[in-house]
Antibody, heavy 121, light 113 residues
């Protein structure tokens, strides 16, 4: 059974940093493309970042230069380092697995439960 | 970025009746490889998301056959042939053709009348 378990969310002041983690199990993590998607509570979805099977990384313009996605194959963990946080980064952050095609164009076949990040003074 | 517009945003439906959600894109979603990367997701209350449909009309494993997707170009539809109580939630369309970035619709909230 595929499981994605996010952690690391919490309250942080504007300008601060936070590191999110996603523990993955039940599939071959090392060869899977993975992504982060966020959702302002009660609102819609916004793609944040992707780590491709080839190791390439991509970011939404809204987080480029501030967020860094990484993948630890030895620990089956996906991470998102978030720096220079802003109030508008407040959201639930979901870890999501891209399907076996490894093409983000098909979206995500499994999602975690999410972790809430609140940026406020 | 491609804008995805869903309608209606709220959809009250009687149990056992059909439901239909529209999703329109600001540009054609036909990719140069011939595929159309339009996907549908369901978010039940208190639960995470689940993909229902990929590439317009392909149902994911375990998705009931009362769910179907159709459309082409810029106009797409998710249909539920007979709504059941477990279908309550928010439905999102997503385009992957013009990536990066992928973009989602605003969501349609389905509720039982």
């Amino acid at each position: 059974e595929v499981q994605l378990l996010e952690s690391g969310g919490g309250l942080v002041q504007p300008g601060g940093s936070l590191r999110l983690s996603c523990a993955a199990s039940g599939f071959t993590f090392s060869t899977s493309a993975m992504s982060w998607v966020r959702q302002v509570p009660g609102k819609g979805l916004e793609w944040v970042s992707v780590f491709s099977t080839g190791g390439s990384t991509y970011y939404a313009d809204s987080v480029k230069g501030r967020f860094t996605i990484s993948k630890d194959k030895s620990k089956n963990t996906l991470s998102l380092q978030m720096n220079s946080l802003r109030a508008e980064d407040t959201a639930i952050y979901y870890c999501a697995k891209i399907d076996s095609s490894n093409s983000i164009r098909n979206g995500f076949d499994y999602w975690g439960q999410g972790t809430l990040v609140t940026v406020s003074s | 970025d491609v804008v995805m517009t869903q309608s209606p945003l709220s959809l009250p439906v009687t149990l056992g009746q059909p439901a239909s959600i529209s999703c329109r894109s600001s540009q054609s979603l036909v990719h140069s490889d011939g595929n159309t990367y339009l996907n549908w997701f369901q978010q039940r209350p208190g639960q995470s998301l689940r993909r229902l449909i990929y590439k317009v009309s392909n149902r994911d494993s375990g998705v009931p056959d009362r769910f179907s997707g159709s459309g082409s170009g810029t106009d797409f539809t998710l249909k539920i042939s007979r709504v059941e109580a477990e279908d309550v939630g928010v439905y999102y369309c997503m385009q992957g053709t013009h990536w990066p970035p992928i973009t989602f619709g605003q969501g349609t909230r389905l509720e039982i009348k």
